[in-house]
């Protein structure tokens, strides 16, 4: 009995291809090569069975098809190769009054893959946001994925460039606590991931990666686009391995999750290029977390916590710093303040975990810190420090009496010796110290701290005047930025003197959190930072992108993709045509200044056309307040070019 077949149209009008050519048509997602030869049309597989070269981008030679790849001949019309054995399919062929259609058996449905397994044990763990780029050595499993976002069981973006991908997902760890997932092919797709990838590493973000690699049966041979990625991603992640054909795939997908969730850290996974599309077993079913998470409301050893309490009970003045990693455990946190009646100080990944309109507040320390925060760090007789790391960049310092709350117990002392170490999950330990806690005869900072914020406020305001005439000074952008940033915003900001200057002058808002790329500080976070935000909290919450001209540059295609997806995106681009950071740095080591000048384009006019909305300001007074308030009213991506002075921080 024959197959049944179904008709497709693939030629509009048959004098598209004139006599002796061919080219290359499209059905069922499958390519197919068209041949006019003698007067007559044929349908072939596209495939030359040798290396698998397009016939369709071949030629007629000699009364022969040619293979474009590696010159084999085949018959324009029957497909055989004369003088050999071989040869390509050819396909039933009609021409209709409409156009030209071949017949192609009618499918059936194919048997679930490997990746279309692992892919809905990645969706049942919650993993259902990716970033990445789609190439030769990813398909099979690129083709899971769209399925699953088909179904609407996943979103995919596709970016320009692969570090893009990985910095969005880290954005979106470090926002939600979840992984997200980035994805690329092998070679330079993969390895163009890991700078992203360490950013989520060193800023304990939750991350999966996964990467298309060459068939297993090429590895060794020098093959094109051939990297050991497990060993490349050996240093960067914690659970790296190559999945095979005799893997338990649903248990290594769930493992690699399990890892990213618990270890806070990049799980990779690669995918040889055959094993993508093999078929799954019959009674494979997806893996399911149920069951599979622990709890993690431990508490700490009874014995520091009654050292803690003791300590807490002692202090007229304390002070409470709390460090990235507390950010989910802010409004226990803040409760304990308010009980003690003492300030709440961040360190700079920190900001705005608390509002700086908050009574308690008292802003960021160290280097993008201000000095509301350092004065009461010195005047205060005990420090509460929340899930801080106590690196040289938080500004803590060593020589008050300490406690150290954090869940990992490496950060704890890891730079220097604490006096009261206590290892638990934030939440509960600071309940057990308000159950235990009792009265407390701590001095009422309040008013000391509405002091020390209309000092520091008139200080801004005398900085605000200052004009050398180049450009507006980085106070007057912030300081429009605090009048028009929405209350919820997220703000992501990059790395340079924008950043340090954003931490000394935006006064955080009650609902406003803020992503940055922390240890690793590498320049060009801001802006695929913003897509992996706003891919987290969709139209919720506005997201804004804060970044030096360095800094956007790096990744100024992904203006596109921000288009593409319409994402409401604002960009506050501070423009001084320098590296105005690392001139500094040259200074101070007393070396030349040398090679940190900038040549850009006009960044409002390079936004228009990819289709945003841009505006550029280049002197102070209101046509800054103007353009910012239009861009925030804006309801798609828009993107707002300030020229800035880059001696006014």
């Given amino acids: 009995m024959s197959k049944m077949i179904t008709w497709h149209k ?55 098809l040619r293979c474009p790849w590696h010159g ?3 018959d ?9 054995d071989d040869g390509v399919e050819t396909f039933p062929l ?10 192609l058996p009618v499918e059936e449905t194919a048997p679930a893959s490997l990746s279309d397994l692992m892919v809905e044990t990645m969706i049942n763990w919650g993993v259902n946001v990716g970033f990445g780029m789609v190439g030769h050595s990813n398909l099979g499993l690129a083709d899971a994925i769209r399925q699953q976002e088909e179904k609407g069981n996943l979103r995919f973006f596709g970016i320009r460039h692969e570090g893009a991908a990985s910095f969005a997902a880290s954005a979106y760890g470090k926002l939600t606590g979840k992984p997200a997932f980035c994805f690329s092919i092998a070679g330079p797709g993969a390895t163009n991931m890991y700078t992203g990838l360490w950013d989520a590493k060193v800023d304990r973000a939750p991350i999966l990666a996964l990467t298309g690699q060459v068939a297993t049966q090429v590895v060794g041979t020098g093959n094109f686009q051939e990297v050991d ?36 850290d990049v799980s990779h996974l690669t995918f040889p290029d055959e094993i993508q599309t093999l078929p799954a077993p019959e009674k494979a079913v997806a893996d399911d977390p149920g069951g599979r998470i622990t709890p993690q409301t431990i508490s700490p050893p009874a014995e520091q916590l009654e050292k803690a309490i003791g300590m807490i009970r002692q202090a007229r003045r304390p002070l409470i710093i709390t460090g990235h990693g507390a950010r989910f455990h802010m409004r226990a946190i803040v409760d304990l303040a308010e009980k003690l ?14 509002s700086d309109r908050h009574p308690l507040a008292g802003g960021v320390l160290g280097r993008s810190g201000t000095p509301v925060a350092s004065w009461f760090m010195n005047e205060c007789d005990l420090l509460l420090v929340f899930g801080a790391s106590f690196s040289k960049h938080t500004g803590i310092t060593h020589k008050k009496p300490t406690i150290q709350v954090d869940f990992d117990p490496l950060a704890l002392a890891k730079f220097h010796d604490i006096d009261c170490m206590l290892w638990g999950e934030i939440s509960t330990t600071v309940a057990l110290m308000h159950e235990q806690l009792g009265a407390v005869s701590t001095v009422d900072q309040r008013p000391q701290l509405q002091e020390r914020w209309q000092i520091w406020r008139k200080e801004k305001a005398r900085r605000l005047r200052e004009d050398h005439g180049n450009g ?11 009048r028009f940033a929405p209350e919820n915003a997220v703000l992501c900001v990059d790395v340079g003197n924008n950043a340090y200057s954003f931490g000394r002058y935006y006064e955080s808002k009650s609902n406003n959190s803020f992503l940055m790329s922390g240890y690793l500080g590498s320049i060009g ?12 909290v969709g139209e919720n919450r506005p997201v804004v992108a804060v970044a030096g001209d360095g800094g956007f540059a790096q990744y100024l295609s992904e203006l596109t993709t921000i288009v593409k997806y319409d994402m409401p995106i604002k960009i506050i681009l501070l423009n001084n045509s320098e590296l105005g950071k690392i001139s500094k740095e040259q200074l101070a080591g007393e070396f030349a200044v040398w090679k940190t000048r900038l040549h850009n384009p006009n960044f409002a006019e390079f936004a228009r056309s990819c289709g945003a909305l841009g505006f550029r300001v280049t002197e102070k007074g209101q046509p800054l307040d103007e353009a910012m308030e239009a861009i925030f009213q804006h309801r798609g991506p828009a993107l707002l070019e300030i020229i800035t002075d880059p001696k006014l921080l």
């Fill in 472 to 482: 507006l000074s980085s106070m007057a952008v912030f300081d429009a930025l605090n």
């Fill in 10 to 64: 693939v030629l509009d009008n048959p004098s598209d291809l004139p006599e002796g050519r061919v080219t290359t048509v499209v059905a069922e997602k499958k390519t197919f090569c068209l041949t006019h030869h003698q007067g007559k049309f044929a349908c072939l597989d596209n495939k030359c069975p040798h290396q698998g070269g397009p016939l369709g981008e071949g030629s007629i030679e000699n009364g022969l």
């Fill in 229 to 264: 990625l497990v060993q490349a991603f050996a240093t960067v992640a914690e659970f790296n391995h190559r999945v095979q054909r005799d893997s338990r795939h649903t248990e290594l997908m769930s493992l690699a999750i399990k890892h990213a969730l618990l270890k806070r």
């Fill in 525 to 536: 976070f801001a802006l695929p930072a913003a897509m992996g935000a706003w891919a987290a």
């Fill in 94 to 103: 009609e021409i209709r009054q409409d156009g030209i259609y071949i017949g």
């Fill in 341 to 354: 009646r003492c300030p709440v100080v961040t360190t700079f990944k920190g900001k705005g975990q608390i």
């Fill in 72 to 74: 084999w001949d085949y």
């Fill in 76 to 84: 324009p019309l029957t497909g055989k190769a004369p003088g050999f």
